[in-house]
């Protein structure tokens, strides 16, 4: 897999999609599951091959993200918060612009390690760059302003108490306010 970091391969907006990806198939994989799907597993994606060809992993990331949007929803509320699966309008912009094509070496990656909740934690550990989340992460948690949600450093603090909260076992929902 290519540098996960802010470098040319990674802009914010492919971050967002790439940490959407992890956790979206974390959230299936965990036991008891955070949300209850299952298109980031191999047999969802095989369906969803069948309807897009060319785009199954985004179509996948897609529907897995918008179950996981509504738990994080209940979790922080809609009004006045964006979370992972919930970003400024400029943001999620973006995101749907990005091609399938772009990101295919982690979306393979990410295909080798769906269904293994130790491989995907590696993948998630990646992005986090290093950073550690050492508060408690389960449960609703304000961790910035949305102003920051383009910085480098946020995204990997986003993933950090992602990490967090999978290995602690408990759902944790990181939020900003603007």
Same mark, same amino acid.
């Given at each position: 897999?290519?540098? =996960?970091? +802010? &470098?040319?391969?990674?802009?914010?907006?492919?971050?967002?999609?790439? @940490?959407?990806?992890?956790?979206?198939?974390?959230?299936?994989? #965990?036991?008891?599951? +955070? +949300?209850? =799907?299952?298109?980031?597993?191999?047999?969802? @994606?095989?369906?969803?091959?069948?309807?897009?060809? &060319?785009?199954?992993?985004?179509?996948?990331?897609?529907?897995?993200?918008?179950?996981?949007?509504? #738990?994080?929803? &209940?979790? #922080?509320?809609?009004?006045?918060?964006?979370?992972?699966?919930?970003?400024?309008?400029?943001?999620?912009?973006?995101?749907?612009?990005?091609?399938?094509?772009?990101?295919?070496?982690?979306?393979?990656?990410?295909?080798?390690?769906?269904?293994?909740?130790?491989? @995907?934690?590696? @993948?998630?550990?990646?992005?986090?760059?290093?950073?550690?989340?050492?508060?408690?992460?389960?449960?609703?948690?304000?961790?910035?302003?949305?102003?920051?949600? =383009?910085?480098?450093? #946020?995204?990997?603090?986003?993933?950090?108490?992602?990490?967090?909260?999978?290995?602690?076992?408990?759902?944790?929902?990181?939020?900003?306010?603007?």
């Amino acid at each position: 897999m290519k540098s =996960t970091r +802010w &470098r040319g391969d990674c802009n914010p907006p492919l971050f967002a999609l790439r @940490l959407r990806a992890l956790v979206s198939a974390l959230g299936e994989v #965990v036991q008891p599951a +955070w +949300w209850k =799907t299952e298109f980031m597993k191999e047999a969802g @994606l095989r369906f969803l091959e069948r309807i897009y060809p &060319r785009t199954a992993f985004h179509a996948a990331v897609h529907a897995s993200g918008k179950a996981a949007c509504v #738990v994080h929803d &209940r979790a #922080v509320g809609r009004i006045g918060v964006y979370h992972l699966f919930r970003l400024p309008e400029s943001l999620e912009t973006e995101i749907h612009l990005i091609p399938p094509e772009a990101d295919d070496s982690f979306v393979s990656a990410c295909r080798e390690a769906l269904g293994s909740e130790k491989k @995907l934690l590696r @993948l998630l550990e990646t992005l986090a760059g290093g950073r550690r989340w050492t508060r408690d992460a389960a449960g609703a948690k304000r961790i910035g302003d949305a102003s920051e949600l =383009t910085e480098p450093e #946020v995204l990997e603090k986003v993933a950090a108490f992602y990490l967090h909260a999978f290995r602690l076992g408990k759902p944790g929902f990181p939020y900003f306010t603007p």
